[in-house]
């Protein structure tokens, strides 16, 4: 079965500050993987998608960078965090681009910026 | 640039009534069209999807889509306390990353 992990759970930060966020897909070989940030109790905004290990395509900017290092991980940065990066951060998989494309979500890490 | 457009914003049903959450788009060559569900402080889980024309139903659910009209809707029956939640319709093509609406808050009350 196939399980997406994200950490940190959540985190408080202070503005200027770097940020490193992480997710990782255990049981399922090369994904798509994408990053969305979400307002309190707004809409999912796509971030970052990958469709294979060490390329990554950004959908919008937000003074954030995106990696994946390993087939596995994906990794959300900033060198300097706004205010404006609060919310909540989703990493999430599909087995196809496009077609039939489910996204699995993962648990999410709830960023605070004061 | 594909939109979607969600309605209403939200939604208050009592338990057992229906609740109807609309989404239209506007790329006529969508043709991949899902819920997701989001309770609070948990990532959105895909709930139905609807590919062809007509209704779709999935036990208290019925995905309802007319591609020629940009329109796909979902009905939800006999509403329960646990299905209060952030609705999401997300439209696809085979180019493209899924498009999600904004979503419709519903609160089914006891």
């Known amino acids: 079965a196939q399980t997406i992990h994200q950490w940190p759970v959540a985190e408080i930060k202070a503005v200027g500050s770097p940020l490193s966020l992480g997710c990782t897909i255990k049981?399922?070989?090369?994904?798509?993987l994408y990053w969305y940030w979400q307002a309190t109790g707004g809409t999912l905004q796509q971030l970052f998608y990958?469709?294979?290990?060490?390329?990554v395509e950004s959908v919008v900017q937000l003074n954030l960078s995106a990696s994946r290092p390993k087939d596995d991980q994906f990794i959300l940065s900033t060198e300097k965090l706004l205010l404006s990066h609060s919310g909540f951060y989703l990493c999430?998989?599909?087995?196809?681009?496009?077609?039939?494309?489910?996204?699995?979500f993962g648990p999410g890490t709830r960023l605070t910026v004061l | 640039q594909q939109k979607v457009q969600q309605s209403p914003e939200s939604l208050i049903v009592p338990e057992g009534g229906m609740a109807s959450l609309n989404c239209t788009f506007s790329?006529?060559?969508?043709?991949y069209f899902w819920w997701y569900r989001q309770h609070s402080g948990e990532g959105p889980k895909a709930l139905m999807s609807i590919f062809s024309n007509g209704d779709k139903k999935e036990g208290r659910f019925t995905a309802h889509l007319n591609k020629a009209s940009l329109y796909v809707s979902l009905h939800i029956k006999d509403s329960q306390p646990s299905d209060s939640a952030l609705y999401f319709c997300?439209?696809?093509?085979?180019?493209?990353?899924?498009?999600f609406g904004a979503g419709t808050k519903l609160t089914v009350k006891p």
């Open positions: 990958s469709i294979t290990v060490g390329q």
């Open positions: 790329d006529r060559n969508s043709q």
């Open positions: 049981g399922k070989s090369s994904p798509n």
């Open positions: 997300a439209v696809s093509n085979n180019n493209n990353a899924p498009r």
């Open positions: 999430a998989w599909s087995l196809n681009w496009g077609l039939y494309a489910e996204q699995f």
